[in-house]
């Protein structure tokens, strides 16, 4: 259980950063009026995957219960699953980049920006993913 809600913790910290970073971006574009697509993209991206996966991780740390053996199989067996959604998206993100670069000649960067957001948060929530499954996959 010490495991689990340290894992559910580093996401929470994961989201709440995310949420904070691109709050800042969009503050400063907004400040500064600068406009940019790319990045106000990039913001939108990582405010929305933030507020999902700290809703998500606040949930789960609420409801923490000890797990038994079966339990700890089906908790393996979803990471196993999340962990293949985090390398979806980073393959999703990469689509996003490329056919937005290929179908605009780099015209237009808000895909790219929405893109690269998305494998960002595929990448850092793959990491938070495997390792917590590597731990989890070593009790069982």
Known sequence: MAAEKAHLIRVLVWALTCVLAGTAVLAVLTVRRWTSALLSAFAIQTIGFGVFE???AA???????????SAATRLEQHMRFETGLDVACIAIGVTLVLTTLAFTHGRRL???GAG??????????LALDGRF?????GFI
């Open 54 to 56: 700290a809703t998500v």
């Open 59 to 69: 949930v789960a740390l609420s409801g923490l219960v000890p797990r038994d053996l």
């Open 110 to 112: 808000g895909g790219v």
């Open 116 to 125: 690269l957001g998305i494998i960002v948060q595929g990448t850092a929530l």
């Open 133 to 137: 499954l590597a731990i989890v996959s």
